[in-house]
């Protein structure tokens, strides 16, 4: 089945070890995101890529990097992960109905543990 | 920035007994979603909605766009246990060109056998 594919889906890292989560797609779309989410609250857009063109949220760390390499691949990299980065992340994509919709798929997530 | 404002934030309900969560904002949204969210899982989507006043069926769930387009809500009925989970409305803006989802604060659903 197409889908959003996350690895690893746990990750344990250590204060200020740089740390690299990352996607995949199956579904082709042209728009992958990047999001953080803390214990049940909704997720917080971090990045996007609409194809090759990066926009970063204005609120993002510049801790956080992120890669796209091609269509199908993107990375998230936190270059000195600090404890309050610990949370969920979470990478979607997204395509266009027409009309204007768009419809948004979510991979199942990292877990990252700051120790 | 739109802002979608979801209720409750906490629902605890007994088996069998029916449901509605609502999301509202001021503003126009060109399509809108529903996402169920599992502890330690990414949200699934449910359903997307686009056009005002749509109604949409999946199963006992069901989906309502409002005739503006700048509400919804989302009625379960005769909850099951299954039904637990983060419920969450997101919006795509009517200027946005990228999809970029608004989050309501969601609402974690509780039903007990």
């Known amino acids: 089945d197409a889908m959003v594919i996350q690895n690893p889906r746990y990750q344990v890292t250590q204060f200020g070890k740089p740390v690299t989560l990352s996607c995949s797609q199956t579904?082709?779309?042209?728009?992958m995101y990047w999001y953080q989410q803390k214990s049940s609250q909704a997720p917080k857009l971090l990045f996007h890529y609409y194809d090759k063109d990066f926009n970063n949220e204005a609120d993002t760390p510049d801790n956080f990097q992120s890669r796209r390499p091609n269509t199908s691949f993107c990375f998230l990299d936190i270059r000195s992960p600090g404890l309050g980065d610990a949370a969920m992340y979470l990478c979607a994509t997204s395509r266009e109905r027409g009309g204007g919709s768009w419809e948004q798929f979510f991979g199942p997530g990292t877990r990252l543990t700051v120790l | 920035t739109q802002l979608l404002e979801q209720s409750p934030q906490f629902l605890s309900i007994q088996e069998g007994e029916n449901l509605t969560v609502y999301c509202n904002s001021s503003?126009?949204?060109?399509?809108l979603q529903w996402y169920r969210q599992e502890p330690g899982e990414g949200p699934v989507l449910l359903v997307t909605?686009?056009?005002?006043?749509e109604v949409k069926k999946l199963k006992r769930l069901t989906f309502q766009f409002g005739d503006a387009r700048k509400d919804s809500s989302l009625h379960i009925t005769a909850a099951q246990p299954g039904d637990t989970g983060l419920y969450l409305c997101?919006?795509?803006?009517?200027?946005?060109?990228?999809?970029?989802?608004?989050f309501g604060a969601g609402t974690q659903v509780v039903v007990t056998p």
């Open positions: 997101a919006g795509v803006g009517s200027t946005d060109s990228w999809g970029k989802l608004q």
């Open positions: 579904l082709n779309h042209n728009v």
């Open positions: 503003s126009v949204f060109s399509s």
């Open positions: 909605v686009v056009t005002g006043g």
